[in-house]
């Protein structure tokens, strides 16, 4: 009788240990599933959250440009000796640096196209503000071009030319030699005033009109609200 109830625990302890043998398995695979469901998760988290802060990165990325539009625009013109070498009849030195002229007019239109599909459903009152600015740039540039590509400063350096250093005309100045014009004051002063122009006249005109714009009243308090710290964070 001991002997038969041994042997009947033992088939109970050895089912259980199958059993547990069939389980351990269907559980560890629940496990698995679960940890890799969360693991998942916490992935696709992570990666909505880095794709959005590089949108919004690009955003701010593409509304600084909006906004530096005009201080790109006044750096080309600087280096493009616009206030120096256009005004004093330079020819050479004007062509020079066209290029990089050229290339900004392309830059504006870029930057009015990104400023539409930004601001213009979302603030049109903004959109309108920036479209005004460059549109005038695009305006300067284009009379700038003109003066240079008609040959209208050819014209008038050439005229300039004629009157300080006459062609056959025994002069202390050397003809198309600025270091020479500019070593008689008297001469070079007169030079710069034969340079004068209605087109270079309009052009400083809208120049000032464009820095007059960019005030902070009229033009950087309206971009406050997309650089504060709370839309940047």
Sequence with gaps: MDEIVKQLIELNKKDWLDIVGILLPLVLTVVVIFQNR??????????????????????????FKIYSTYY??????????????????????????LNNVVSLRLTLGRNLDLAKLIFEKSNNFLYKIIEDRIILEMEIIDLYLKYINDGILFEVSEGAWNVIAPIGVISPIIRYNYNSLMSVKEKYDAFLKLCES????????????????????????????????????
């Design 38 to 63: 969360i693991y998942s998760k916490r992935t696709d988290d992570l990666q909505k959250a880095i794709h959005n802060s590089e949108q919004k990165n690009r955003y701010h990325d593409d509304i």
């Design 198 to 233: 209605d087109e270079i006249k309009k052009i400083e005109k809208l120049s000032k009109e464009l820095e007059d714009k960019h005030n902070y009243d009229d033009y950087d308090k309206y971009f406050e609200e997309y650089f504060s710290l709370n839309v940047l964070s």
């Design 72 to 97: 790109s625009f006044c750096d080309v013109i600087f280096q493009s000796g616009f206030a120096f070498n256009v005004r004093r009849g330079d020819i050479y030195l004007a062509n020079t640096n």
